[in-house]
T-cell receptor, first 114, second 111 residues
Framework: DVKVTQSSRYLVKRTGEKVFLECVQDMDHENMFWYRQDPGLGLRLIYFSYDVKMKEKGDIPEGYSVSREKKERFSLILESASTNQTSMYLC?????????????FGPGTRLTVT | GEDVEQSLFLSVREGDSSVINCTYTDSSSTYLYWYKQEPGAGLQLLTYIFSNMDMKQDQRLTVLLNKKDKHLSLRIADTQTGDSAIYFCAESTHGNNRLAFGKGNQVVVIP
């Protein structure tokens, strides 16, 4: 079974802090994604990566950056956290044999910025 | 561009059937998916359908695809309390690694 893990389930940070959210997948997937989920807005894509050291902006990249130094790990960075970045953050991966577009999700990190 | 629309809320009695609907705009969609999100969890793939199919059945789940109207539905037979969740439809196109998700449909099963 594919496993996607996220470093924290819950996180509380102060405004202006630098925040790192880590995601690791164990299925050698090429593609990895970061979404945020807010009530009434569904999932919105922040950034994605289709290979090591490659990244592409999603629909709402402002205020975020990402890093993919190893194939299994994709990090989301909030350079200076703001209260409007309080949200649920979901990581996903896809690729490999079979249904390459199917995405597998981690359990999510609920971030609160105070 | 891709745009996926879903209604937001459905309440259903345990044992009844529930139907969740979704419309999409991208006629080049090749795969359409249904994901389930239980409270406090990530999304879990329930089922998917290729765009050259019009129906797929998987135990209590039936997916219907109307390509002409760009309409996708998920029917859950004999709905159980464990089916209470948010359901997302999503689409992808060949060669595109991204999925376009709907906003989700909250299903509440009443015992």
């Amino acid at each position: 079974d594919v496993k996607v893990t996220q470093s924290s389930r819950y996180l509380v940070k102060r405004t202006g802090e630098k925040v790192f959210l880590e995601c690791v997948q164990d299925m050698d997937h090429e593609n990895m994604f970061w979404y945020r989920q807010d009530p009434g807005l569904g999932l919105r894509l922040i950034y994605f990566s289709y290979d090591v050291k490659m990244k592409e902006k999603g629909d709402i990249p402002e205020g975020y950056s990402v890093s993919r130094e190893k194939k299994e790990r994709f990090s989301l960075i909030l350079e200076s956290a703001s209260t409007n970045q309080t949200s649920m953050y979901l990581c996903a991966s896809s690729g490999g044999q079979g249904r390459s577009y199917e995405q597998y999700f981690g359990p999510g990190t609920r971030l609160t910025v105070t | 561009g891709e745009d996926v629309e879903q209604s937001l809320f459905l309440s259903v009695r345990e044992g009844d059937s529930s139907v969740i609907n979704c419309t999409y705009t991208d006629s080049s969609s090749t795969y359409l998916y249904w994901y389930k999100q239980e409270p406090g969890a990530g999304l879990q793939l329930l089922t998917y359908i290729f765009s050259n199919m019009d129906m797929k059945q998987d135990q209590r789940l039936t997916v219907l695809l109307n390509k002409k109207d760009k309409h996708l539905s998920l029917r859950i037979a004999d709905t159980q309390t464990g089916d209470s969740a948010i359901y997302f439809c999503a689409e992808s196109t060949h060669g595109n690694n991204r999925l376009a998700f709907g906003k989700g449909n909250q299903v509440v099963v009443i015992p």
